[in-house]
Nanobody, 127 residues
Framework: VQLQASGGGLVQSGGSLRLSCAASGFTLDYYGIGWFRQAPGKEREGVSCIGKSDGTTHYIDSVKGRFTISRDNAKKMVYLQMNSLKPEDTGVYYC?????????????????????WGRGTLVTVSS
Protein backbone atom coordinates (compact mmCIF):
# COMPACT_ATOMS: atom_id res chain seq x y z
CA VAL A 1 0.00 0.00 0.00
CA GLN A 2 1.72 3.16 -1.11
CA LEU A 3 1.65 6.46 -2.92
CA GLN A 4 4.47 7.69 -5.06
CA ALA A 5 4.83 11.25 -6.26
CA SER A 6 6.91 12.05 -9.33
CA GLY A 7 7.41 14.68 -11.98
CA GLY A 8 9.33 17.30 -10.08
CA GLY A 9 12.34 19.11 -11.44
CA LEU A 10 14.03 22.42 -12.06
CA VAL A 11 12.06 24.98 -14.04
CA GLN A 12 12.34 28.68 -14.68
CA SER A 13 9.82 31.14 -13.33
CA GLY A 14 6.75 31.11 -15.56
CA GLY A 15 7.30 27.52 -16.59
CA SER A 16 5.16 24.44 -16.08
CA LEU A 17 5.42 21.02 -14.50
CA ARG A 18 3.02 18.14 -14.17
CA LEU A 19 3.24 16.10 -11.01
CA SER A 20 1.89 12.58 -10.80
CA CYS A 21 0.80 10.58 -7.77
CA ALA A 22 0.61 6.83 -8.33
CA ALA A 23 -1.36 4.66 -5.94
CA SER A 24 -0.73 0.97 -5.46
CA GLY A 25 -2.13 -1.70 -3.20
CA PHE A 26 -5.50 -0.05 -2.60
CA THR A 27 -8.55 1.30 -4.40
CA LEU A 28 -8.01 4.97 -5.17
CA ASP A 29 -11.74 5.58 -5.66
CA TYR A 30 -12.36 5.48 -1.91
CA TYR A 31 -10.15 8.45 -1.05
CA GLY A 32 -9.85 12.12 -1.50
CA ILE A 33 -6.28 12.94 -2.50
CA GLY A 34 -4.38 16.01 -1.47
CA TRP A 35 -1.19 17.60 -2.70
CA PHE A 36 1.02 19.24 -0.11
CA ARG A 37 4.34 21.01 -0.28
CA GLN A 38 7.12 21.88 2.07
CA ALA A 39 9.47 24.72 1.31
CA PRO A 40 12.91 24.84 2.91
CA GLY A 41 12.60 25.90 6.52
CA LYS A 42 8.83 26.02 6.42
CA GLU A 43 5.99 23.81 7.53
CA ARG A 44 4.25 21.50 5.13
CA GLU A 45 1.12 23.09 3.68
CA GLY A 46 -1.84 21.89 1.69
CA VAL A 47 -1.90 23.03 -1.93
CA SER A 48 -4.80 21.26 -3.58
CA CYS A 49 -7.19 18.40 -3.00
CA ILE A 50 -9.62 16.39 -5.09
CA GLY A 51 -12.62 14.62 -3.63
CA LYS A 52 -13.38 10.95 -4.06
CA SER A 53 -17.05 11.16 -4.86
CA ASP A 54 -17.62 13.87 -7.42
CA GLY A 55 -14.05 14.93 -7.95
CA THR A 56 -14.65 18.32 -6.39
CA THR A 57 -11.43 20.29 -6.48
CA HIS A 58 -9.96 22.59 -3.85
CA TYR A 59 -7.04 25.00 -4.05
CA ILE A 60 -5.30 27.41 -1.77
CA ASP A 61 -5.55 31.00 -2.90
CA SER A 62 -1.93 31.32 -3.97
CA VAL A 63 -2.26 28.63 -6.66
CA LYS A 64 -5.81 29.24 -7.90
CA GLY A 65 -5.83 29.81 -11.63
CA ARG A 66 -2.34 28.35 -12.01
CA PHE A 67 -2.62 24.78 -10.72
CA THR A 68 -5.10 22.11 -11.78
CA ILE A 69 -5.66 18.87 -9.93
CA SER A 70 -7.22 15.84 -11.63
CA ARG A 71 -7.59 12.14 -11.10
CA ASP A 72 -7.90 8.96 -13.12
CA ASN A 73 -9.20 6.25 -10.82
CA ALA A 74 -8.88 3.54 -13.45
CA LYS A 75 -5.17 4.25 -13.72
CA LYS A 76 -4.87 4.91 -9.99
CA MET A 77 -3.32 8.27 -10.69
CA VAL A 78 -3.74 11.82 -9.46
CA TYR A 79 -2.11 14.73 -11.24
CA LEU A 80 -1.19 18.28 -10.43
CA GLN A 81 -0.65 20.49 -13.46
CA MET A 82 1.33 23.52 -12.39
CA ASN A 83 1.55 26.50 -14.72
CA SER A 84 3.00 29.98 -14.34
CA LEU A 85 5.31 28.70 -11.65
CA LYS A 86 6.88 31.13 -9.24
CA PRO A 87 9.98 30.82 -7.06
CA GLU A 88 7.70 30.64 -4.01
CA ASP A 89 6.28 27.39 -5.40
CA THR A 90 9.63 25.74 -4.70
CA GLY A 91 9.49 22.82 -2.32
CA VAL A 92 9.05 19.11 -1.92
CA TYR A 93 5.59 18.07 -3.07
CA TYR A 94 3.74 15.18 -1.48
CA CYS A 95 0.45 13.46 -2.15
CA UNK A 96 -1.66 11.96 0.61
CA UNK A 97 -4.98 10.20 1.06
CA UNK A 98 -7.91 11.76 2.88
CA UNK A 99 -10.39 9.19 4.13
CA UNK A 100 -11.67 11.36 6.94
CA UNK A 101 -13.35 14.36 5.36
CA UNK A 102 -12.90 13.98 1.61
CA UNK A 103 -10.93 17.22 1.26
CA UNK A 104 -13.19 19.44 3.38
CA UNK A 105 -11.02 22.23 4.85
CA UNK A 106 -7.97 20.28 3.74
CA UNK A 107 -5.69 23.30 3.99
CA UNK A 108 -6.62 23.94 7.66
CA UNK A 109 -6.62 20.43 9.03
CA UNK A 110 -3.67 18.86 10.84
CA UNK A 111 -1.44 16.68 8.70
CA UNK A 112 -2.01 13.63 10.87
CA UNK A 113 -5.58 13.47 9.57
CA UNK A 114 -4.24 12.41 6.18
CA UNK A 115 -3.76 8.68 6.22
CA UNK A 116 -1.13 7.66 3.73
CA TRP A 117 1.74 9.76 2.48
CA GLY A 118 3.95 9.15 -0.48
CA ARG A 119 7.56 10.09 -0.93
CA GLY A 120 7.83 13.59 -2.18
CA THR A 121 9.14 15.04 -5.40
CA LEU A 122 11.26 18.17 -5.46
CA VAL A 123 10.13 21.19 -7.43
CA THR A 124 12.61 24.02 -7.85
CA VAL A 125 11.57 27.22 -9.57
CA SER A 126 14.39 29.57 -10.45
CA SER A 127 13.89 33.30 -10.83
Amino acid sequence: VQLQASGGGLVQSGGSLRLSCAASGFTLDYYGIGWFRQAPGKEREGVSCIGKSDGTTHYIDSVKGRFTISRDNAKKMVYLQMNSLKPEDTGVYYCATDSLQDCDDFERRPLYEFDLWGRGTLVTVSS
